[in-house]
């Protein structure tokens, strides 16, 4: 086993939690579970909509235990399919109040299931959302979450539907992590503190007593309380069970009461496997997968649950699934699918001899059906890919974003801190890097820069109508923070934990290796205090006047916005440049300026918007209504600057088809055809921004293999 942590303990207190915490407000409960309950919150300091799980009033401290463990367990799980922790709110004496998670705004699995079985037994029309594919959809990325915290030792054990939630533009979320546990090892909470389970109990819930899990979806070495020997294969029994439900739209294991379901558990003893509606076939397929997955003996069962999602990706793109045995008929077909020539030759010869009309009608039908399933597999391995780089796109796009958190946070900190004591020697403006005897010392052109810059200290710029002596105590008090622009745009930039040494570093930065180009704090007064520093700042410059300000000027929260011409006193003009900011506020609620991180569309493009796996003919981002952001053809295009750092008017993108669909909240692959040439689009929703990842490649190209 690789990836595998430690348990996590915390040091127990007897003190009851505080009923709320301190830094967040709190609104309605949307949901309540067995040592918590969560509410719709909002984050103060960052001035942003969250979710609360807070620990019930009278736990215990086998609870409070399992609760800090829960919540900075899940925080150590990061994936675009678990949801992410944002801090851990303590009391007073150091126990755990509750933690603040990332909002998501959708249903839970369980209530889509039940919508879906409704349809069925009214005998309405099943939809986009309610139809099985993209519930196997879903189900690939529970699998692709909980794979991952496999791989870095962590074992769930209460996997359920009313324990995923699905978001309202499909995003997946595996939730409520709190019996999970640290694999190879004793958990010290089990069974301790804690009594049996009523069999009163409703079986969907968790129970955390010598029996660990949901009694409705545990695998038989759960329900018989081998705590210790659970191991990946627990969890996948779950999922097995998760997917009997969803093609049977009931679930798998049933009882009376919460001690009949977990014996039936025990036992392995499954319902029928027979969908609500009569009409509805079960592909015999993925009846084995879930036999296979949900096999009485773990060694009986896939030997990973990536190993079960790969036989689900095998169902869906058309190929032969491994846990089942096909017919003489299904094998046929197969081989012809990979024997196309010398099956064409066997035709033609069968064709001489017999010249019978129906063979030749035959083989023409078999190959069109080959053909068309060959295609079906290359154009989903094609989305595959490009739903992948739009998860990298926005990894790099969430980096950006907890970066500038953080530098607002300080910001505010430091413009409520008293002034240094200190000279004023660290604070350089923009008419000593001017001069090149009052410049930095470590001013070069030696830079993946379009001019010279300092990695070492920012430049501070003055609008013509503000008095310079009057705003200097609070330069002097945001001067400091050329530390941490540094180390922030650094950590943003290195592939691993491992410290730098101060040279790597500024290689690093001269390079612009990190995805934050640019980073700024910029003062309501008119100051803009901006980093890397830089002699290119136009005369007369007002950051007032720039669209990055402007859209965040008096406002909370941060903003992603249209992309603009950076002004610059180079004649040739500059890059566009793709700005992320937010709004300061005193404790008095005062604004105070904007905060703000950027990265140029060149840089977007050379790092991860072109789909390196394919030979593309563009790759795009187009916001929600359909408008282009940025596209491959802008990489390395100077245009030139008004002055005032305007944002460029958005287009609509130029394929009416692929513009509906995301009016629509849609994902997928269109066919398109544009200017007399067949294409293969693929278009993913961005989940950090809403936008869209849109990548095309010729038609023809799709019946050739990825390079």
Known sequence: MSGGTAPLVVSPSGAPP???????????????????????AEQLELARQVAFKQLLAGSTVRQRERFAREARLTAQLDHPNIVPVHSLELARDGSPNGYVMKLVEGKTLRTLLVETAELYEKGQAIDAAHALRTHLEHFLKICDAVAFAHDRGVLHRDLKPPNIMIGKFGEVYVMDWGVARAMGHDDPLDGADVQAASPSVE?????????VGSASYMSPEQAEGRNAELDARADQYSLGLILFEMLTLRR??????????????????????????????????LRAIVEKATAFAPKGRYLSVTALADDVRRYLAGEAVLAHREGALGKVLRWIGRHRR????????????????TSWVLYRETARELAARERGERITTFSMEASAQAHRIDAEFQRMEEALEGLRTASEWALRSPEPSGPDGLLYFDSDFANPAKRPADFTSETRYRWPVSVEFPVAGIAPSTNRAAIL?????????????????????????????????????LARKSPIDYAYVNLAEGVIFLYP??????????????SFYKMSENKRGKRWGSPYVDSTTDELGDDLVLPCTAGMWSPNDEFLGVVGVEITVTKLVETSLVLSSRSTLRSSIVDANGKKIVDSFDAGKRFKA??????????????????????????????????????????????????????????????????
């Open 252 to 285: 798998a294991l049933t009882g009376a009461s919460n001690d009949e379901v977990v014996l039936a558990a025990s036992q392995g003893d499954k319902g029928p496997f027979e969908h609500v509606s009569p009409q509805v076939r079960i592909p015999p397929e």
């Open 342 to 357: 010398t099956t064409l030759l066997a035709f033609a010869a069968v064709l001489t001899l017999s010249a019978l009309v």
């Open 203 to 211: 079986p969907e819930l968790t129970q955390a007593g010598e029996v």
């Open 533 to 546: 520093g830089m002699d290119s700042l136009p005369p007369g410059y007002d950051v007032r006047t720039a």
């Open 18 to 40: 505080a009923p709320a915490s301190n830094s967040v407000r709190l609104f309605e409960v949307i949901g309540r579970g067995g040592m918590g309950e969560v509410h719709r």
């Open 473 to 509: 105590p609070k330069l002097r008090r945001i001067a400091p923070l050329q530390r941490h622009l540094r180390s922030m745009i650094v950590d943003a930039g290195r592939d691993s934990d491992q410290p730098l040494s101060l040279e790597q570093e500024r290689a690093l930065l």
């Open 642 to 707: 008004s002055g005032k750092d305007e944002s460029i008017e958005l287009a609509e993108f130029d394929l009416p088809e692929v513009v509906k669909a995301i009016r629509e909240g849609a994902e997928g692959v269109r066919e398109v055809k544009r200017e007399g040439r067949k294409e293969v689009v693929a278009f993913t929703r961005l989940s950090v921004l809403g936008w869209y990842y849109v990548v095309e490649i010729d038609a023809g190209s799709i019946a050739a293999s990825p390079k």
